[in-house]
């Protein structure tokens, strides 16, 4: 083992390092502990030029872990202050910090809910959205999402607003759980786009639940289920006396109301062999396609600045018109097949309504199919859905002992009740409702209102059986 003589150590003693340690002077400190580091970095441009860059790195603490942020700039204050800033935006997505305390970016500092939400809307109409759709939206929008937030920076908008705004302010005005859902839907599909887009850090709506589904309640599903029992006996001859069988039978064929009244001439199918039953063609659906505002939309109030309807509008972009428009689904385009009986009935309401259209009271409305409708009002425009909903009330109204609050689409459940106690399957259900295969257990639940224990009736009283032999 080597022995540092005298001579070692008076060397040691004037260079100032120890035994074991650095070969040079320690340079001193120049940043307190906690301060993170900054060091330069050089590299050679592909000229061959040297060039100095500047990159600073710091750990710092976020809730229940750590971590390490790490930024560069041309000089040692740039690098220093693009970290910082990296690090204030983390503490701001882990809650740490509120989100005024980030500088505003000027592109963006002015952003409000009204330009969020406009602007997401005006992307939903570029990529095709459905025209009920697109006006359901702009009329959440305008009339509740506007005046409560157009013009708050949505920078600022907070959890705590919106929660009461949700859960005391739209209900206090009256709205449904179904409505305030669609609000919500609004608002946060809105949000997204803006965080996409990197025009927010944080989403004010996370762990923000809408209200549920307003849900048939046990009473509700017993009326529904009690109803289909008699429904058409009575439903039926009303209708027949009003001319109105066709229609109301094809309701209790459990389809849609815009399917029904956009039936044309050729979606009755005869062609087919006997043996194979004749076929309604759903293939399309009626809808009122309504002429836009051209004035001016004020994001903060929610008002347009004609202060008048679409319709009387100035300005107005086209013109309200009805169009046969694809089903509501690609599932929901479909072939119902019904027996001789019910093909005979709707042939005979076809060659009545043919021969309507040859009056000269009758002047249907311009557009493709709109000439050879099935069902159409006297003068040959299309039938609106609320005079649709009117007629069915009328025929309703002397019969006992029916679910109330009854509309055109509980028809539909009435049909899913009768077919799931008839023993239909799911794919006989996703057939003739026109649901889609992946969502058929999601919507037997949502709409039938069956006596499910009656289909096991007969497996579960043979079980029981065995528990009595008989003597």
């Keep these: 083992m080597y022995e540092f003589d005298e001579e070692d150590r008076d060397r040691l003693n004037r260079s100032g390092l120890k035994k074991h340690g650095p070969k040079s002077e320690r340079r001193p400190k120049k ?41 560069q700039g041309l000089t040692e204050r740039a690098a220093i202050d693009r970290r910082d800033s990296k690090i204030l935006k983390l503490r701001v997505i882990y809650g740490l910090e509120p989100p005024e305390s980030i500088p505003p970016d000027p592109r963006i500092a002015y952003l409000t809910v009204g330009d969020c939400l406009t602007e997401w809307l005006d992307e939903r109409r570029n990529e095709g959205l459905a025209p009920n759709s697109i006006h359901m939206y702009d009329a959440r929008i305008r009339n509740h999402l506007l005046p409560a937030f157009g013009a708050h920076p949505i920078r600022l908008l907070t959890y705590d607003q919106l929660k009461v705004f949700f859960g005391t302010t739209l209900p206090a005005k009256g709205l449904g759980p179904d409505s305030i859902r669609q609000v919500f839907i609004c608002l946060r599909s809105a949000i997204d786009h803006y965080l996409r887009d990197g025009k927010l850090l944080t989403h004010p709506m996370v762990g923000l639940k809408p209200p549920t589904k307003d849900r048939k309640s046990n009473e509700k599903t017993k009326n529904i289920r009690r109803a289909s029992k008699f429904l058409w006996k009575y439903l039926g001859n009303a209708a027949r006396r009003e001319d109105q069988e066709a229609r109301w039978f094809l309701g209790m064929m459990g389809m849609r109301q815009g399917e029904v009244l956009g039936l044309t001439d050729d979606c009755l199918d005869g062609a087919r062999p006997k043996d194979r039953g004749r076929r309604v063609l759903v293939k399309q659906q009626l809808q009122r396609i309504s002429a836009e505002h051209g004035c001016t939309l004020d994001k903060t109030t929610g008002r347009w600045s004609c202060g008048r309807q679409t319709t009387n509008c100035p300005q107005r972009i086209g013109e309200t018109r009805w169009e046969l428009t694809r089903t509501k689904t690609e599932s929901s385009f479909r072939e119902i097949v019904i027996h001789e009986e019910a093909w005979q009935m709707l042939l005979d309401h076809r060659k009545r309504q043919q021969a309507r259209r040859k009056l000269a009271s009758f002047h249907p409305a311009e557009g493709k199919g709109l000439d050879t409708l099935l069902f159409a009002r006297p003068d040959g425009q299309p039938i609106y859905a609320q005079r649709d909903r009117k007629a069915l009330d009328e025929l309703l109204a002397s019969i006992q002992g029916l679910p109330p609050d009854m509309t055109v689409h509980t028809l539909r459940h009435i049909a899913t009740t009768l077919l799931i106690e008839g023993g239909a399957t799911q794919a006989d259900l996703v057939s003739m409702m026109g649901w889609s295969a992946n969502n058929a257990d999601a919507q037997i639940a949502t709409y039938s209102s069956a006596d499910v224990a009656g289909l096991a009736a007969g497996t579960s009283m043979k079980y029981a059986e065995q528990f009595f032999p008989k003597s």
Excluded at 47 to 67: E, I, N
């Design 31 to 71: 940043r307190a502990d906690g301060e993170g580091t900054v060091f330069a970095v050089e590299r050679t441009r592909k000229d061959g030029s040297p060039s100095v860059y500047y990159w600073a790195a710091k750990t710092v603490a976020l809730g229940a872990t750590s971590k390490k942020v790490t930024a």
